[in-house]
DNA sequence: ACCCCCCATGCAAGCGATTGCATCGCGCTG
DNA sequence: CAGCGCGATGCAATCGCTTGCATGGGGGGT
């Protein structure tokens, strides 16, 4: 209820300088700002972000696009980045996206960002070209967690050595015959993460003397009922697969189900691999790829902060991964 | 970059008839608002927010209040919320809330979102009274999701039957001594579901002729690490328990890890039963009492819309649950 | 002592919409 | 044919804050 007005009024000061105690600037004196401060206070006078926003031109929130939210990786990269921006001052503006509507797929339209955030930070979101050049077009910072393209900041692993790391780890274990499951391609832009994690399994086959076949892969659609289906479809196809690598924690337990409905055992009869280091991996005695998701979210956004206060920022950064290795991963069973 | 005044030139007509054209008012002539139509389109205006809000006093936006993102429950009210608000063309910040900040726990302080939202949502988040009444104090609708106080609009379960139904379902397996996993009870307020679930396995317990136990109860503090100790503190001091009831599925697969690590099986050795549906359930064989969480959100935020535009809303929905029988319950073993 | 400079403060013009009220035509009615 | 009423439109105040510029006063340098 209080306006600017009356604080001033009250502490006999005019608006101008209360907008200037409250926000700690310069060129007011010592007693003033206090006094400013106290009435402020007193008057419980919060500032109308609306009025300021207009005034200013920025709005301190940043908007978080996202395909979803229930995803292991994409709610903790959202839980660490609204953490981060929430301790700064700043507000979270959710977007989500759903990338599987295929048909008439709902494209990122910036304009419901225009005028809204000062910063955009995408979250595992594939984008074509135009969607990216929209973004840009904003003229606000823009910050891509988990993959993006080669000209933007972005906060991701190595997803080719993630995918590498993982199929070898199969290599490593004896697996000859090792299926592989994905995202789905044709709403992937080139620059997402199942790509370049199909790519290091593709180099860790050429790697060992393998040769890859493309009746290996299959999509997984990125969730447990994806890759269940897809892993159900792979073992029908191809009884001789004796392992798999999922390109994400979900699909492997997903590949689990597949196996359990086939009667098969993990990891006798087929050793599963996948990558994020989801919460209930041990629960599930899941062999991963572990990453950090919820410290990709942390500092995506303090990363955009830096971009929106004009500080210089490196133009990417990378995350280490680590194998855990547990009970679905072991040697194939030596042939009757 | 176009400003209303930009279209209204181009238009000719005033910034006014824009205004109104733009958003459908009436006493706008069908030609002229066809032609600010176009004009708009052909020049990309986008209104801006904070103006809009400035003169109108609303924004568009709605607050999620919630203590995490990355949690089954609260993601997928999260996500259905989103969706729902998104569709009739409101924006949604997020403001999570960690409660497990035993110490200084951050309080919400509803000041962040004075001039900011239309209405505020509530997901899961136990609040003192205090709490609550700033937010009512707001003057803006409010709503909660999963629990909240008895004088407040609230989607939720029925949380006292569905305590009841899942001790039932032990009990008619045969088992007498039941352990029970719920939340932290220093933080939760008298209306959050923990205690009501308390109440519906004592309910059980009761009509069962059985006497409720202290000794049977711990803390499990909503997730799975929590659920895990806690279990295995109860399994320590109470070999004798043959099944345990938890009120959340990740604390229930925390108190399979549990016994895992006891060397006990599951069944065989421990009943575990929880609540929610989780996704991964199914692969963990987990036995539960499944609810309906995204529907939640969406109905939740249909409802917080229905409040803002003044109609009649329902004072709370509760919704249905099923018994979902999995692996994880069995009857006991006999007596050696 | 005199000036100059700088610091603290106030004034008032925006920022970009919304909206109550006035105005302007026009067709209709008596 | 004059007057009336109503739909369409414009005018201008307003929402609450920020900020460039003007002002005024005090202290320090010479």
Redesign the interface.
């Known amino acids: 209820m209080a306006g600017i007005d009356d604080v001033a009024q009250a502490a006999g000061v005019s608006t101008a300088t209360v907008s200037r105690a409250l926000r700690g600037l310069p060129n007011v004196s010592e007693p003033t700002r206090l006094r400013v401060l106290a009435e402020a206070a007193r008057l419980?006078y919060?500032?109308?972000?609306?009025?300021s926003?207009?005034a200013t031109g920025r709005?301190r929130?940043i908007g978080?696009l996202t395909p979803?939210?229930?995803?292991?990786f994409f709610?903790?990269v959202?839980?660490g980045a609204?953490?981060a921006l929430?301790d700064l001052g700043y507000?979270?503006?959710?977007?989500?996206f759903d990338v599987r509507r295929t048909a008439a797929r709902r494209r990122v339209d910036p304009?419901v960002l225009?005028?809204?955030v000062d910063g955009t930070l995408v979250v595992g979101l594939p984008l074509d070209d135009d969607e990216v050049r929209s973004l840009v077009g904003l003229g606000r910072p823009l910050a891509f967690v988990g993959s993006g393209p080669a000209d933007q900041v972005t906060v991701r692993l190595d997803d080719v050595a993630t995918g590498r790391a993982a199929t070898q780890h199969l290599l490593d274990l004896g697996h000859r015959v090792i299926g592989h499951v994905t995202g789905v391609p044709d709403l992937v832009s080139s620059w997402s993460p199942p790509v370049e994690r199909s790519q290091g399994y593709a180099e860790a086959l050429e790697g060992a003397g393998l040769a890859r076949d493309p009746g290996l892969e299959v999509n997984g659609d990125f969730d447990?009922a994806g890759g269940r289906e897809s892993t159900t479809d792979l073992l029908r196809r191809r009884p001789d697969v004796t392992a798999v690598f999922a390109a994400s924690d979900e699909m492997a337990?997903g590949a689990?189900?597949a196996a359990r409905d086939r009667g098969l055992r993990v990891p006798e009869d087929l050793s599963v691999v996948g990558v994020d280091g989801h919460?209930?991996g041990?629960?599930?005695g899941l062999t991963t790829i572990a990453q950090d998701a919820?410290q990709q979210g942390f500092d995506a956004a303090l990363l955009l902060l830096d971009m929106i206060n004009g500080a210089p920022v490196p133009e990417s950064l990378t995350y280490p991964t680590e194998l855990v290795r547990r009970r679905s991963t072991a040697p194939p069973r030596p042939v009757a």
């Open positions: 419980g919060v500032p109308t972000p609306s009025a926003s207009l709005t929130t978080l979803w939210v229930n995803r292991w709610a903790n959202i839980e609204e953490r929430r507000d979270v503006l959710l977007y989500t304009s225009r005028h809204r447990v337990m689990i189900l919460d209930l041990e629960l599930v919820y």
